[in-house]
């Protein structure tokens, strides 16, 4: 009985379920078309993906990282170059991204989505991380990202509508082994998104914190260019992580949907952020078993 019912529901669930599911979503990411949106660390890993994938569904952007030929590049592949703008910004100067958002605004005028996008990863033992590496991962991972969002959301706060965006990581809401830097920058990140969430929630403006698994990045080879990790770094378990493009599209769904914590992982690091919250002992040892090296 249940194998005929199976094959009697089939064509349902292929023609029927599936395609609505998947026109809902493409709906969803087709709400970010005519919009301006700011996109940090856009030319390389995540970023450069958010780029591509918004400039498809007609957004305008705002382009920033410090690599103008890299992010040069990464326009030029973009759907709809034309529009869209770079800006060089290093995020590891305060004063100067108060002044670029200050001059972006005067150019451009409204930014409707801020993405908070980049970040530098770490690669040490507690003991042998100096304390020079968790002011530079704090740089980029935590002050940047909240002096970028209190530089544009004034003007958000004035026009009555602005969505927040800020990539953290499942290792903020568990931390990792070899990387106390990086998850506790990307812990501090996540309780500043949901202060602001509770400040602004009715006034108009959205707050939407992602936390992605493993992705494959280029971040590992990042840290080493930046001094935040060994040329030996390991870097497996990023090759191993979810395809870019996959990791993209499950986050511009969430943001879409103004989805307040948006968690983007497989398998057991999906179900991390609940083993941690509910069975911290058993958290503790899958990490212990599983701890990456340095």
């Known amino acids: 009985m249940g194998r005929l019912m199976a094959i009697h529901l089939r064509p349902y669930f292929t023609e029927g379920f599936i395609t609505g599911y998947c026109e809902n979503q493409m709906n969803s990411i087709s709400s970010f078309n005519g919009k301006t949106?700011?996109?940090?660390?856009?030319?390389?890993?995540?970023?450069?993906?958010?780029?591509?994938?918004?400039?498809?569904?007609?957004?305008?952007?705002?382009?920033?990282?410090?690599?103008?030929?890299?992010?040069?590049?990464?326009?030029?592949?973009?759907?709809?170059?034309?529009?869209?703008?770079?800006?060089?910004?290093?995020?590891?100067?305060?004063?100067?991204?108060?002044?670029?958002?200050?001059?972006?605004?005067?150019?451009?005028?409204?930014?409707?989505?801020?993405?908070?996008?980049?970040?530098?990863?770490?690669?040490?033992?507690?003991?042998?991380?100096?304390?020079?590496?968790?002011?530079?991962?704090?740089?980029?991972?935590?002050?940047?990202?909240?002096?970028?969002?209190?530089?544009?959301?004034?003007?958000?706060?004035?026009?009555?509508?602005?969505?927040?965006?800020?990539?953290?990581?499942?290792?903020?809401?568990?931390?990792?082994?070899?990387?106390?830097?990086?998850?506790?920058?990307?812990?501090?990140?996540?309780?500043?998104?949901?202060?602001?969430?509770?400040?602004?929630?009715?006034?108009?403006?959205?707050?939407?914190?992602i936390c992605p698994g493993f992705v494959k990045t280029s971040i590992v080879e990042t840290a080493k260019r930046e001094g935040t990790a060994s040329a030996n770094a390991d870097a497996s378990m990023i090759d191993g992580g979810m395809e870019i493009d996959e990791a993209v599209e499950q986050m511009l769904i969430g943001v879409a949907k103004k989805k307040s914590l948006i968690i983007v992982a497989t398998g057991v690091e999906k179900f991390a952020p609940y083993i941690q919250r509910f069975f911290p002992r058993l958290m503790f040892k899958i990490i212990r078993k599983a701890a990456p090296k340095p």
């Open 37 to 209: 949106i700011w996109i940090t660390g856009a030319s390389s890993g995540i970023g450069e993906h958010l780029c591509y994938a918004l400039s498809k569904a007609g957004a305008t952007l705002i382009m920033s990282a410090r690599r103008e030929s890299e992010l040069a590049r990464v326009r030029a592949q973009c759907s709809h170059p034309e529009k869209h703008h770079l800006v060089l910004l290093d995020m590891q100067d305060c004063e100067a991204i108060i002044a670029t958002a200050n001059k972006v605004l005067g150019e451009v005028g409204d930014i409707h989505y801020l993405f908070n996008n980049a970040g530098i990863t770490q690669r040490a033992a507690v003991v042998d991380l100096e304390l020079a590496t968790s002011r530079k991962v704090f740089e980029v991972n935590y002050f940047a990202k909240i002096t970028l969002t209190r530089a544009l959301l004034p003007h958000m706060l004035k026009r009555g509508n602005g969505h927040i965006i800020t990539i953290s990581s499942i290792a903020g809401l568990v931390g990792v082994p070899y990387r106390s830097a990086y998850s506790s920058s990307k812990a501090a990140i996540i309780s500043f998104m949901s202060a602001l969430r509770v400040e602004v929630f009715d006034q108009g403006i959205d707050v939407s914190t």
